[in-house]
T-cell receptor, first 115, second 114 residues
C-alpha cells in the first residue's frame, strides 16, 4: 500500500462548479501538507500548503487537513477552464523540529473544467 | 527571474547506455531535489542536496543512479546501463533552504530508453 493515496479520476465538471479533491495517508510523521498543480508537460507548481490540522483559504482555493483521520482536501470554488490540470497532493515529515524537504506525492487527480 | 531549468528537455537512448541529466536551480537556492515521474503517477523522490552534499539519497532505486552537485549550484543526475524501466520524466526542484515549504520545479527531462 502506498503512503499517500489519491483518486486519479479523471474528474470532469462544468465551469462554476465546486471541486473537491482528496488524499488519504498512512504515515503519522507527516506534518506538512501541500497541493501542487501540474499542467501537461510542465513541472508541478505549489498552490497551497498547510501545517498540521486545520483550514487555509487562498482566493478560490481552500485546503483542509484532518490529521486524526489522515485525510486532506482541496476545494476549488467557481472553477474555471484554466483550472484544468492534474492536482497532486504532497506531504513531508518533521525531523528534529525542522521541516523535511523530501516530499511524498499522491498519484494526482486529472481535472477538466468544461466551459 | 529565471526559474529552474533542465537540459535536455528530451533524451532518447538505447538500453545499456549512459545518460546525464542536468539541472540549473534558481540562483541562491541552497536545496536541490530530484524526482522521477512515471506516466500517470505522482513524482517519486530520488535524492536531495543541501549545498554540495547529498542530505538524503534514500530514493535512488539502485547503484546505477548517481547525482552530484559539486559547487552547490548545478546538479547532474547520472544513470549507468540504462534499462527500459528507467523511462520517465525526471524532475528537478529547488528551494531557498531545505526548511522552505515551497519547492520550485523545472519542466523536467523526458527520458526514453529503447
Amino acid at each position: 500500500q502506498k503512503e499517500v493515496e489519491q483518486d486519479p479520476g479523471p474528474l470532469s465538471v462544468p465551469e462554476g462548479a465546486i471541486v473537491s479533491l482528496n488524499c488519504t495517508y498512512s504515515n503519522s510523521a507527516f506534518q506538512y501538507f501541500m497541493w501542487y498543480r501540474q499542467y501537461s508537460r510542465k513541472g508541478p507548481e505549489l498552490l497551497m500548503y498547510t501545517y498540521s490540522s486545520g483550514n487555509k483559504e487562498d482566493g478560490r482555493f481552500t485546503a483542509q487537513v484532518d490529521k486524526s483521520s489522515k485525510y486532506i482536501s482541496l476545494f476549488i470554488r467557481d472553477s474555471q477552464p484554466s483550472d484544468s490540470a492534474t492536482y497532486l497532493c504532497a506531504m513531508s515529515g518533521n525531523a528534529g523540529g525542522t521541516s523535511y524537504g523530501k516530499l511524498t506525492f499522491g498519484q494526482g487527480t486529472i481535472l477538466t473544467v468544461h466551459p | 527571474g529565471a526559474g529552474v531549468s533542465q537540459t535536455p528537455s528530451n533524451k532518447v537512448t538505447e538500453k545499456g547506455k549512459y545518460v546525464e541529466l542536468r539541472c540549473d536551480p534558481i540562483s541562491g537556492h541552497t536545496a536541490l531535489y530530484w524526482y522521477r515521474q512515471s506516466l500517470g503517477q505522482g513524482p517519486e523522490f530520488l535524492i536531495y542536496f543541501q549545498g554540495t552534499g547529498a542530505a538524503d539519497d534514500s530514493g535512488l532505486p539502485n547503484d546505477r543512479f548517481f547525482a552530484v552537485r559539486p559547487e552547490g549550484s548545478v546538479s547532474t543526475l547520472k544513470i549507468q546501463r540504462t534499462e527500459r524501466g528507467d523511462s520517465a520524466v525526471y524532475l528537478c526542484a529547488s528551494s531557498l533552504t531545505s526548511d522552505s515549504h515551497e519547492q520550485f520545479f523545472g519542466p523536467g527531462t523526458r527520458l526514453t530508453v529503447l
